[in-house]
T-cell receptor
Framework: ETGVTQTPRHLVMGMTNKKSLKCEQH?????MYWYKQSAKKPLELMFV???????ENNSVPSRFSPECPNSSHLFLHLHTLQPEDSALYLC??????????????FGPGTRLTVL | GIQVEQSPPDLILQEGANSTLRCNFS?????LQWFHQNPWGQLINLFY???GTKQNGRLSATTVATERYSLLYISSSQTTDSGVYFC????????????FGKGTRLSVIA
């Protein structure tokens, strides 16, 4: 138990569906992250939020839409996904959002399959 | 951007054996972390070690920042050590997020 929870743990969706992934951290951290992990690829950073403000968007397609209503919650809204978007989506949090010195804590991930 | 290379990519060990995993990086860093991802996908941070040596039970890590590498030692390996070990770094300049290596996949067999 890392103090970061994600729901759902597994998700199967069609290309025309709309779904959302949820992440919650109970660590009092100020930064939250979304990563994508595809088979046989390194972790890819998608978005970073510091104090609820988005500070990184790594050229992520607009069919992925993040939302950070407060420092403890992070959502990833999904719509009109493609089969190549199937992957493990990991959420993480860190104390200060200063990438240079922060320690990141990860949730268990949501395994997404797009049919 | 900064490059992170991990070796070996795959490693198979007999239970009880020792191993050394390596992480090379291409620029000065002020953050280096080792993570273990278990077979169910959960990433656990093992060490925050931008320089120096740390130990935690059967695991220890050493980072030689001036030579741009870090080593993770696993002693008396157990089947529960199986999974993927990632090294992640952040360069010294600015507040850039962590950059992950491709990982070392470790299989410990009984």
């Amino acid at each position: 138990e890392t103090g970061v929870t994600q729901t759902p743990r597994h998700l199967v969706m069609g290309m025309t569906n709309k779904k959302s992934l949820k992440c919650e951290q109970h660590l009092g951290h100020n930064a939250m992250y979304w990563y994508k992990q595809s088979a046989k690829k390194p972790l890819e950073l998608m978005f970073v939020y510091n104090f609820k403000e988005q500070t990184e968007n790594n050229s992520v397609p607009s069919r992925f839409s993040p939302e950070c209503p407060n420092s403890s919650h992070l959502f990833l809204h999904l719509h009109t996904l493609q089969p190549e978007d199937s992957a493990l989506y990991l959420c993480a949090s860190s104390p200060s959002g200063k990438g240079g010195t922060d320690t990141q804590y990860f949730g268990p991930g949501t395994r997404l399959t797009v049919l | 951007g900064i490059q992170v290379e991990q070796s070996p990519p795959d490693l198979i060990l007999q239970e009880g054996a020792n191993s050394t995993l390596r992480c090379n990086f291409s620029d000065s860093v002020n953050n280096l972390q080792w993570f273990h991802q278990n077979p169910w996908g959960q990433l656990i941070n093992l060490f925050y070690i931008p320089s120096g040596t740390k130990q935690n039970g059967r695991l220890s890590a050493t980072t030689v920042a001036t030579e741009r590498y870090s080593l993770l030692y696993i002693s008396s390996s157990q089947t529960t050590d199986s999974g993927v070990y990632f090294c992640a770094v952040a360069p010294y300049s600015g507040n850039t997020p962590l950059v992950f290596g491709k990982g070392t996949r470790l299989s410990v067999i009984a």
